[in-house]
C-alpha cells in the first residue's frame, strides 16, 4: 500500500499548471458514447478516476488512443449495455453513463455506483427525472435495469441542485423527442463544460451555468474536439498550500472565475490573492486568520470538494471557525485524522467548530475520502515533525502528480 511521508515545515514557492477537470472529463467522456462517433478530447488529467472510466468504456466495447495527454475516442464500436460491477462500483461517476446508454441504445443495466464515503448518496433525483422522460426502471439487490423506447422531453423541477442529476438529464435529453426543461438546475462550471463539448457535437442546450437548462431534442450526434476545463478544486487545494505554508504559489491555466468563493475565503484568512488572466497567485498571511462562518453550497457557493483543506487551514489559524456543510451528509471524517495531528475540532453532525492552535505535530494517519485525504497532506507539509498519510488511492483518484508538484514548490514529501 502506497503512503505519503511528510517532514513539515518547508515554505512553498513557485508555479503550478492545473491539470484537467476531474468532474468535468468523467461527464464528458461519458457523454461521447451518445453520438457513437469520434471525438477528440484534450487536457486529460492523469487520474485514477480517469483510468476507471476508460476500463468502463474499453469493456462496453469503446476504441481509446492516448496521445499526448487528449484521448482520441470511437464510441462507435460499443455493443454492450451491461456496466462491469466492479468498476461501476469503484466510481460515483459511472452513473452518468446511464443517461448516456439510455439515449444511445435505450438501455443499461447497471449497479448503484460507489465512490469516497462522504455521506448517503442517493440517485433518486437521477431516477425520479429519467423516469419522467419515459425511462422504465426496475431496482433489485443494487442493481438497476433502465429500459425505454425512446425517451420524451419534458419539464423536471429538481428537488435539489443535484450536479450528477443534472447532468444525467442532459444526457438523456440531447436526442430525446422534444424539449426539456430542467428547473433548479446544478449551475457548476463542470455542467457549462459538459454543455460546450455536446453543443459542439450537434446537440441545442441553452442555459448552462443558470438554474433553468433548456434542451432541445435532435435527431443525432457527431463526433468533435474539445478541450476540458481547468480543475478549480485542484487549484484551491494548492492556494490553500500557499496560504498553510507561508509559501507564495502562482498557479496557471486556472478560470479566475471559477474559483471566486475560494478567493474571498482565503482573503478572510489574511492571505493575498492577486488575479492576471489565467494566473493566479496566493502568499500566504503571518497570521493565518479564522473564519467566521464557512458554509459549503452548490456553486456558486463554497464548493464542499474544498471543505476538509480549508478545516487543515483552519485548524492553524488564529481564533475560532464554524463550518457549516450543508451538502454532504458526513463530510468530516478528516476531522478525527486532524486530531490526531493536534488539531482542535468539535463535530456535531453536519456543523464543525475549530479552534486554531499554533501548531499541528506529525503523526500516522489515514486518507478516508479524497478530499480529506488531501487536507491531512496539507496538515502535514505544516506540521511539526514527521507525517505519514496512508491510504493515499483516494487521493490518486483527483490529484495528478500530487507529490511530484508539492516537491517541485519545495516540499519535502515522498510517496513509498
Ligand atoms: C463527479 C462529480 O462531479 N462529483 C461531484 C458532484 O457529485 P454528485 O453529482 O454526486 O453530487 P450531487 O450534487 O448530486 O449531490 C449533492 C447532494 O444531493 C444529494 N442527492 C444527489 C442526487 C440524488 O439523486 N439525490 C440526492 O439526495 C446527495 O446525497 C448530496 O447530499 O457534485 C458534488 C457536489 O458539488 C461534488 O462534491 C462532487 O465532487
Ligand atoms: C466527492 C468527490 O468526487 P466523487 O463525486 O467523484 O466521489 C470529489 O471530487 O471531492
Known amino acids: 500500500?502506497?503512503?505519503?511521508?511528510?517532514?513539515?515545515?518547508?515554505?512553498?514557492?513557485?508555479?503550478?499548471?492545473?491539470?484537467?477537470?476531474?468532474?468535468?472529463?468523467?461527464?464528458?467522456?461519458?457523454?461521447?458514447?451518445?453520438?457513437?462517433?469520434?471525438?477528440?478530447?484534450?487536457?486529460?488529467?492523469?487520474?485514477?478516476?480517469?483510468?476507471?472510466?476508460?476500463?468502463?468504456?474499453?469493456?462496453?466495447?469503446?476504441?481509446?488512443?492516448?496521445?499526448?495527454?487528449?484521448?482520441?475516442?470511437?464510441?462507435?464500436?460499443?455493443?454492450?449495455?451491461?456496466?462491469?460491477?466492479?468498476?461501476?462500483?469503484?466510481?460515483?461517476?459511472?452513473?452518468?453513463?446511464?443517461?448516456?446508454?439510455?439515449?444511445?441504445?435505450?438501455?443499461?443495466?447497471?449497479?448503484?455506483?460507489?465512490?469516497?464515503?462522504?455521506?448517503?448518496?442517493?440517485?433518486?433525483?437521477?431516477?425520479?427525472?429519467?423516469?419522467?422522460?419515459?425511462?422504465?426502471?426496475?431496482?433489485?439487490?443494487?442493481?438497476?435495469?433502465?429500459?425505454?423506447?425512446?425517451?420524451?422531453?419534458?419539464?423536471?423541477?429538481?428537488?435539489?441542485?443535484?450536479?450528477?442529476?443534472?447532468?444525467?438529464?442532459?444526457?438523456?435529453?440531447?436526442?430525446?423527442?422534444?424539449?426539456?426543461?430542467?428547473?433548479?438546475?446544478?449551475r457548476e462550471p463542470e455542467i457549462i463544460d459538459l454543455q460546450n463539448y455536446l453543443n459542439k457535437a450537434g446537440a441545442k442546450i441553452k442555459g448552462c451555468g443558470s438554474n433553468i437548462i433548456v434542451i432541445e431534442g435532435v435527431e443525432s450526434l457527431d463526433g468533435c474536439a474539445h478541450r476540458i476545463i481547468p480543475d478549480r478544486i485542484v487549484a484551491g487545494t494548492y492556494m490553500v498550500a500557499a496560504a498553510m505554508t507561508r509559501g507564495e504559489i502562482i498557479l496557471k491555466d486556472v478560470v479566475v472565475e471559477h474559483l471566486q468563493s475560494i478567493v474571498a475565503k482565503l482573503r478572510e484568512t489574511g492571505s493575498v490573492v492577486s488575479t492576471n488572466k489565467d494566473k493566479i497567485r496566493v502568499i500566504g498571511p503571518k497570521t493565518i486568520n479564522s473564519i467566521e462562518v464557512l458554509q459549503t453550497l452548490p456553486f456558486p457557493g463554497f464548493p464542499t470538494d474544498m471543505q476538509a483543506q480549508f478545516m487543515s487551514l483552519l485548524s492553524i489559524s488564529e481564533g475560532t471557525s464554524i463550518i457549516n456543510e450543508t451538502v454532504f451528509e458526513n463530510r468530516f471524517k478528516h476531522a478525527e485524522e486532524l486530531t490526531r495531528m493536534g488539531a482542535n475540532i468539535k463535530t456535531f453532525g453536519k456543523v464543525a467548530v475549530v479552534r486554531g492552535i499554533k501548531e499541528l505535530t506529525g503523526a500516522k494517519v489515514y486518507a478516508k475520502d479524497l478530499r480529506g485525504g488531501a487536507a491531512l497532506v496539507l496538515g502535514g507539509l505544516v506540521a511539526d515533525g514527521t507525517t505519514e498519510v496512508e491510504n493515499i488511492y483516494h487521493i490518486k483518484r483527483g490529484y495528478e502528480n500530487f507529490h511530484i508538484n508539492l516537491q517541485s514548490l519545495g516540499a519535502d514529501i515522498s510517496c513509498i
Not at 464500436?77 to 439510455?102: C, Q
Not at 433518486?124 to 427525472?129: A, I, Q, T
Request: hydrophobic share 40%; net charge neutral.
Open 1 to 186: 500500500m502506497e503512503k505519503y511521508i511528510i517532514h513539515g515545515g518547508n515554505r512553498l514557492t513557485g508555479e503550478i499548471k492545473i491539470t484537467g477537470a476531474k468532474n468535468s472529463v468523467l461527464p464528458i467522456l461519458a457523454a461521447t458514447v451518445v453520438s457513437g462517433k469520434t471525438s477528440h478530447i484534450f487536457n486529460i488529467p492523469k487520474l485514477k478516476d480517469v483510468e476507471i472510466m476508460t476500463a468502463i468504456l474499453t469493456h462496453i466495447g469503446a476504441k481509446i488512443n492516448e496521445e499526448n495527454g487528449s484521448f482520441i475516442i470511437d464510441t462507435g464500436p460499443i455493443d454492450k449495455i451491461h456496466l462491469p460491477e466492479e468498476l461501476v462500483r469503484e466510481m460515483r461517476s459511472s452513473i452518468i453513463l446511464m443517461g448516456a446508454l439510455l439515449a444511445r441504445f435505450g438501455e443499461v443495466k447497471v449497479s448503484y455506483p460507489g465512490g469516497c464515503e462522504i455521506g448517503p448518496r442517493p440517485i433518486d433525483l437521477h431516477l425520479k427525472s429519467l423516469r419522467q422522460m419515459g425511462a422504465i426502471i426496475e431496482e433489485s439487490h443494487g442493481f438497476l435495469h433502465c429500459k425505454t423506447t425512446g425517451l420524451k422531453g419534458c419539464d423536471i423541477q429538481l428537488d435539489y441542485p443535484s450536479v450528477g442529476a443534472t447532468e444525467n438529464i442532459i444526457l438523456g435529453a440531447v436526442t430525446a423527442k422534444g424539449t426539456t426543461i430542467i428547473r433548479n438546475a446544478a
